[in-house]
């Protein structure tokens, strides 16, 4: 496709259950993020890929947050034993050499 | 540390008035960009402008227009003659040289009325 997606577009879990969230990224961005964004507030900053390499994770808010990327492609996020304050939409962005962002429309996922 | 801050929460105005969104940032770079993002209620977010901080050019595209002002650390945007398709919520970022992750704003919601 032409732009970035994700799957899936809607997520309702049971608290604790595990989750993945997958991003296809546009055909040839070499780089990736994840953000996540809370109700009422911008995107935050979660990882960063550059083709398969996790350059950057500062952003997860625990360690039951995984990010992956195996062939620097399409990524997946997987959050475990999920809290209902992981709640949120949680956004992928592909960027092309000049820096530009492109976002996907993001799951929302729901923690009950 | 990178900051930006969007005070205004909400924003009403009918159809065909004028409105300002306004962006204040902070950043100890001198080399930085500045940006801003559409989200529509469909959650994806609508890249509009990216401006480097040696440009301070104002720009204008269609009815929007930008005003970035150093001296202000501010990066304010102006939209003219209001439509109701431009209901959305409006995001300005911050991104620091050398640092590929974006600090956003909190946002401003606009609703344009008919």
């Known amino acids: 496709g032409a732009g970035v997606s994700q799957s899936p577009r809607y997520k309702v879990a049971k608290r604790g259950q595990d989750v993945a969230l997958r991003c296809d990224p546009i055909?040839?961005?070499?780089?990736l993020f994840w953000y996540q964004q809370a109700l009422g507030q911008g995107p935050e900053f979660l990882t960063y890929?550059?083709?398969?390499?996790?350059?950057?994770k500062s952003g997860l808010p625990s360690d039951r947050f995984f990010a992956e990327r195996p062939e620097g492609s399409v990524s997946t996020l997987k959050i475990q034993r999920t809290q209902q304050e992981d709640s949120a939409v949680y956004l992928c962005?592909?960027?092309?050499?000049?820096?530009?962002?492109?976002f996907g429309p993001g799951t929302r996922l729901t923690v009950l | 540390a990178q900051k930006v801050t969007q005070a205004q929460t909400e924003i009403s105005v009918v159809e065909k008035e004028d409105v300002t969104l306004d962006c204040v940032y902070e950043?100890?770079?001198?080399?930085?960009?500045l940006f801003w993002y559409k989200q529509p209620p469909s959650g994806e977010l609508v890249f509009l402008i990216r401006r480097n901080s040696f440009d301070e050019q104002n720009e204008i595209s269609g009815r929007y227009s930008w005003n970035f002002q150093k001296s202000t650390s501010s990066f304010n945007f102006t939209i003219t003659a209001s439509q109701v398709v431009d209901s959305a919520v409006y995001f300005c970022?911050?991104?620091?040289?050398?640092?590929?992750?974006?600090?956003f704003g909190a946002g401003t919601r606009l609703t344009v009325k008919p």
């Open positions: 890929f550059q083709n398969e390499a996790q350059l950057d």
């Open positions: 962005a592909s960027q092309r050499e000049d820096n530009e962002q492109f």
């Open positions: 055909s040839g961005h070499v780089s």
């Open positions: 970022a911050l991104s620091e040289s050398g640092n590929y992750d974006m600090r």
């Open positions: 950043t100890r770079d001198t080399t930085y960009y």
